[in-house]
């Protein structure tokens, strides 16, 4: 579909634009970045590149097996040259992204903090001008279980709206983390925020582990169109 053409327009540009030979990436989650590996795994064949992957999650982990990239851990690579990622949204101008629609937030917030480069990917439903024009499912906040309650409560003291525990779609209960937590998707009343506060004050909550805010961590965005048009947000 039309979404497809947009998502893997993105993933492929970014590809082309930024692997070199040589580097070690960071392989970011979801359904766009699918796209991405397998236009690497093409070019290392073609071009026959020496790349390292390393994963921000089961799914890329499985991902970079099954093309057959070269697997890698922040231990052998602690500095990265660049990851690419796909994001819910992403705020124009400021670049400041919500993640995490796919549960894989803290390591891909890890992996990018890793990174010289953060390649955003994304078809053009994600862009807005502003956090929380499109995705109204709230921020996710990834939290250790036995902390779930006071957190969410203390969020919604702080700053209102609701934060709901993610519920598993395929298993009964919450949905588990990666890192075997759970999800609070704070949903947030429509006023305009200061997110780097946010981002700093709720991560400061003891229990939570990381939120689905990168703020001043993309250094530019791919978005793709249904005619396979890529534009570049800097
Ligand atoms: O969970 C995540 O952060 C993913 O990167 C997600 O935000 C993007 O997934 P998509 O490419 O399937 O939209």
Partial sequence: GNVDISKM???HEAIDKHVKDGMTLGIGSGSTIVYGIQRLAQRMKDESL???C????????????????????LDEHP????????????????LACIKGGGGCLTQEKIV???????????????????LGQK?????????LPMACKPVQNKIEVKYGGEAILRMSADKAGPLVTD??????????????????????????????????????????????DSKGNVRLLK
């Avoid at 890793?114 to 994304?122: G, M």
């Fill in 9 to 11: 327009s993105a993933a």
């Fill in 50 to 52: 020496t790349i390292v």
């Fill in 54 to 73: 390393v994963p921000t999650s089961y799914q890329a982990r499985q991902l970079i097996i099954d093309n057959n990239l070269p697997l890698g851990t």
């Fill in 79 to 94: 500095k990265l040259d660049c990851t690419i990622d796909g994001a819910d949204e992403i705020e124009t101008g400021t």
């Fill in 112 to 130: 990018a903090s890793c990174s010289e480069k953060l390649i955003i990917v994304a078809d053009g439903a994600k862009e807005v001008s502003s």
């Fill in 135 to 143: 995705w109204k499912k709230g921020i996710p906040i990834e939290v």
């Fill in 179 to 224: 890192n075997g937590n759970f999800i609070l998707d704070w949903v947030f009343p429509d006023i305009k925020y200061c997110w780097s506060s946010i981002n700093n004050y709720i991560k400061l909550i003891p229990g939570v582990i990381e939120i689905g805010l990168f703020i001043d961590m993309a250094d530019e965005c791919l978005v793709g």
